[in-house]
């Protein structure tokens, strides 16, 4: 009984010892370690690895990247690598015609900015801005076809997704993905409680903001 009762013992050692010693093959890219992991790319999904390289965030389809990235942007267009930032990393899923709207998961893989933005800046300090897409379903024509009412703001959005500022009203943005381009954002946070707001025709305004909260 004490025999059989040791090599039971032996064999749950050895599945324990096989459970952590995990080993990931098949990456075809590693990006930099940014807030404690590193995403891998297997084809085109990526995962997430810790510092002891366990798989903390299995290996999907919609995260954000870009390999042809313009570094010299701060937006969107330069995100080369998927990255974790002030514990949020980007993901992103088409809407209309293949457009891309973007969102957060946190490092639990969890999505807690749903995909709305068509364009934003890294957050820092808690917050960012960015160009938010609304779109409302208003009812069905004659033909049953749907329609929908769009609507585009510049806003500043928190870490936890709320939208905290509506800045200017965007218009002319094109949602088919033949005619889209990415718009430039029309608000950029200067420092706490300032933030400049770009108004069509009229350039760049310097406004300040209520920081109480």
């Not at 995100?79 to 969102?103: A, R, S, T």
């Not at 960015?130 to 769009?150: A, P």
């Not at 870490?159 to 200017?168: A, C, H, L, P």
């Amino acid at each position: 009984m004490k025999n059989s009762r040791k090599l039971w013992g032996l064999i749950v050692l050895m599945f324990t010892t096989a459970l952590s010693a995990q080993t990931i093959g098949n990456i075809d890219e590693i990006a930099p370690f940014s807030e404690g992991l590193a995403a891998v790319r297997q084809g085109e999904q990526w995962g997430f690895i810790n510092d002891q390289g366990t798989l903390v965030i299995d290996f999907r389809d919609d995260i954000y990247w870009n390999k042809n990235a313009d570094l010299s942007k701060e937006d969107v267009a330069a995100v080369k690598y998927p990255v974790f930032n002030e514990g949020l990393c980007m993901i992103v899923k088409k809407v209309e015609d293949g457009v891309p709207v973007f969102g957060f998961i946190n490092t639990k893989g969890e999505t807690v900015i749903e995909p709305q933005f068509l364009n934003i800046y890294p957050f820092e300090n808690g917050v960012t801005t960015g160009v938010l897409f609304d779109k409302t379903f208003r009812g069905e024509n004659e033909f049953k076809l749907k329609i929908y009412d769009y609507k585009f703001f510049d806003v500043m959005v928190n870490t936890q997704g709320e939208i905290t500022d509506y800045f200017e009203k965007r218009d002319h943005i094109q949602m088919t993905v033949k005619r889209y381009k990415m718009p430039d954002i029309g608000a950029k946070i200067l420092n706490k409680g300032l933030v400049a707001i770009h108004k069509q025709d009229k350039g760049w305004e310097i406004r300040k903001l209520d920081t109480k909260n």
